[in-house]
């Protein structure tokens, strides 16, 4: 029957969807429980970046390799391996003890990180590889168009995954005034280990394998849409984490935010830039090729988001009474724009991707994104440490400028300057 594909496709794109909502909402809670506990160590802003840069570095190797091997493979294996991933790094962070050696104790949590960074983008891979397996499935079975079903799969997709992510910053700072660091982290390996079990038993072990790329040339030879996205992706992304990994917390703290507030923010901010993404199909006008008009969207809106933080830093220049109340403000109006953007290019990445080996194409898109995080990351306490939060704004928006110029080159048809790919021998 025809309503067996479509309904198995619906089912398992939940499924991914709510294992993805539970690996969040720990990811979340892990950087604030990071964050906070290191900072009541007395470290600096530049050493608070220094420990999240190998979770973000390890990221890129994990997005390009996971989407070869979730080809391979299998997106269900993959996403297994992730959550275990996780589980291990919880683990070993909660080993560790604030009285070791400073150079020890760094380094540990570093690794530990890094093991967390690779679990948080092979997951991530994997999950957002699956949903044009399944919407494809359920597209198949019912005969209908794609590009309406996917663009709001993938808004709804990433959209509440935000949420989820906001929620691990409250989660982060309430575990850590309840429970202490240790303990904290043994909860929540604990319940990832249900989502791990939920995973094995309900999917299908070889959901979206397929014959992956045999070369390094085949593999590398994207089309021009997929690189050109990939690049507006490391500096949207890096806009974002070079203020908001080091800058903003340290700052809010600087003015007398408490830990719990701090979290409390970030978790609103998140919560509402993922609630703004899943509404993003709404907010973007559809065409019927699912790009003619998605892809001048992507640029008005890189457009709008580079000049925020411009005006940010002009009303801080200004000597307010409560800059801490200025830039609030004004990371709501970024939030917005840039939830808008992060989920017009979500979508893009899909419709530009292969349909025989879109987990690659995703993989390699998503190794961007995690260069651009890596990249906001370091000069988040970099920046912060030389210029306060008015460099770290500045960063941005040089960052979103790049972003900008990237997206006017972007192809109107998904296959423009696609390499013919090998066949097999």
């Known amino acids: 029957m025809a309503g067996a594909p479509a309904a198995s496709g619906v089912r398992n794109y939940a499924i991914v969807t709510a294992a993805y909502w539970g690996f969040t909402l720990t990811d979340g809670a892990l950087r604030m429980l990071v964050l906070f506990t290191f900072f009541r160590l007395g470290y600096s802003p530049f050493t608070l970046a220094l420990l999240f840069l190998l979770y973000e570095a390890a990221g890129i190797?994990?997005?390009?390799?996971?989407?070869?091997?979730?080809?391979?493979?299998?997106i269900t294996r993959m996403l297994t391996i992730g959550l275990t991933t996780q589980i291990a790094g919880f683990l070993l962070l909660s080993a560790m003890s604030p009285g070791w050696d400073m150079a020890l104790l760094v380094t540990w949590v570093v690794v530990a990180q890094g093991i967390c960074g690779v679990a948080k983008d092979l997951t991530k891979t994997a999950s957002k590889s699956a949903i044009?397996?399944?919407?494809?499935?359920?597209?198949?079975?019912?005969?209908?168009?794609?590009?309406?079903?996917?663009?709001?799969?993938?808004?709804?997709?990433?959209?509440?995954?935000n949420a989820m992510k906001g929620a691990g910053f409250f989660l982060g700072g309430v575990l850590l005034e309840a429970f202490g660091f240790r303990l904290s982290l043994w909860l929540m390996a604990a319940g990832l280990a249900m989502v791990l079990a939920g995973v094995v038993l309900s999917l299908p072990a070889m959901?979206?394998?397929?014959?992956?790329?045999?070369?390094?040339?085949?593999?590398?030879?994207?089309?021009?849409g997929v690189n050109l996205l990939a690049a507006a992706r490391i500096g949207l992304f890096g806009a974002r984490d070079v203020w908001f990994v080091v800058g903003l917390p340290?700052?809010?703290?600087?003015?007398?935010?408490?830990?719990?507030?701090?979290?409390g923010f970030l978790a609103i901010w998140t919560i509402a830039y993922?609630?703004?993404?899943?509404?993003?199909?709404a907010l973007v006008?559809?065409?019927?090729?699912?790009?003619?008009?998605?892809?001048?969207?992507?640029?008005?809106?890189?457009?709008?988001?580079?000049?925020?933080?411009?005006?940010?830093?002009?009303?801080?220049?200004?000597?307010?009474?409560?800059?801490?109340?200025?830039?609030?403000?004004?990371?709501?109006v970024f939030g917005f724009a840039f939830a808008v953007n992060s989920s017009v290019h979500s979508y893009l990445i899909l419709a530009y991707a292969g349909s025989e080996k879109g987990a690659e194409d995703v993989g390699f898109y998503y190794a961007a994104n995690a260069a651009g995080r890596f990249t906001g990351t370091l000069l988040s306490g970099l920046l912060y440490q030389v210029g306060g939060i008015t460099?770290?704004?500045a960063g941005s928006a040089v960052m979103l400028a790049a972003c900008w110029l990237t997206t006017l080159a972007l192809p109107m048809t998904a296959g423009e300057g696609a390499p013919p790919r090998e066949r097999p021998a």
């Open 61 to 74: 190797v994990a997005n390009f390799l996971g989407g070869w091997l979730a080809t391979r493979y299998g």
């Open 132 to 161: 044009k397996v399944t919407e494809k499935e359920a597209r198949g079975a019912a005969g209908g168009s794609a590009d309406g079903r996917l663009f709001r799969w993938v808004a709804w997709f990433t959209g509440s995954k």
């Open 207 to 224: 959901m979206g394998k397929a014959r992956a790329s045999g070369s390094a040339r085949e593999l590398f030879g994207k089309s021009r």
């Open 250 to 263: 340290v700052f809010l703290y600087a003015y007398g935010w408490t830990f719990p507030m701090v979290g």
């Open 274 to 281: 993922g609630v703004v993404q899943a509404a993003a199909p």
């Open 285 to 332: 006008r559809r065409s019927p090729d699912g790009l003619s008009s998605e892809v001048p969207a992507a640029r008005w809106w890189s457009l709008g988001l580079m000049l925020v933080p411009v005006l940010i830093a002009g009303a801080l220049w200004l000597g307010p009474a409560r800059p801490d109340l200025i830039l609030v403000a004004g990371l709501a």
């Open 391 to 393: 460099g770290c704004l």
